[in-house]
Nanobody
């Protein structure tokens, strides 16, 4: 499966963005989809994941209550709605696909190219 992430940009603290991850090559409902983020020079951080079978959603404590992950299998797209953004959310955001949700990025075989989110006043 090929993944393409988009929707990043620059926003002020307290603002919102919606990221999209579009899948091609295989139906999206074959996969659980996770979002990771990475600041240059730091390790990649797991942010959220949505399960392929029951659409269970999981979040890192740092984004719980502010971010919402959802999926539209008919559109082969997973979304991450990000509200109440803070400067600490600034990073390159990547979507990744695998059979199950994992916190370990080494277990994901399929990655999108990343989209930059900058939260700054």
């Amino acid at each position: 499966v090929q993944l393409q992430a988009s929707g990043g940009g620059e926003v002020q603290p307290g603002g919102s963005l919606r990221l999209s991850c579009v899948a091609s090559g295989r139906p999206l409902d074959y996969f659980s989809i996770a979002w990771f983020r990475q600041v240059p020079g730091k390790e990649r951080e797991w942010v959220s994941c949505i399960d392929r079978s029951k659409s269970g959603a999981y979040y890192a404590d740092s984004v719980k209550g502010r971010f919402t992950i959802s999926r539209d299998n008919a559109q082969n797209t997973v979304y991450q709605q990000m509200n109440s953004l803070i400067p600490g959310d600034t990073a390159i955001y990547y979507c990744a696909a695998d059979n199950v949700c994992n916190l370990n990025d080494q277990l994901y075989r399929n990655w999108g190219q990343g989209t930059l989110v900058t939260v700054s006043s």
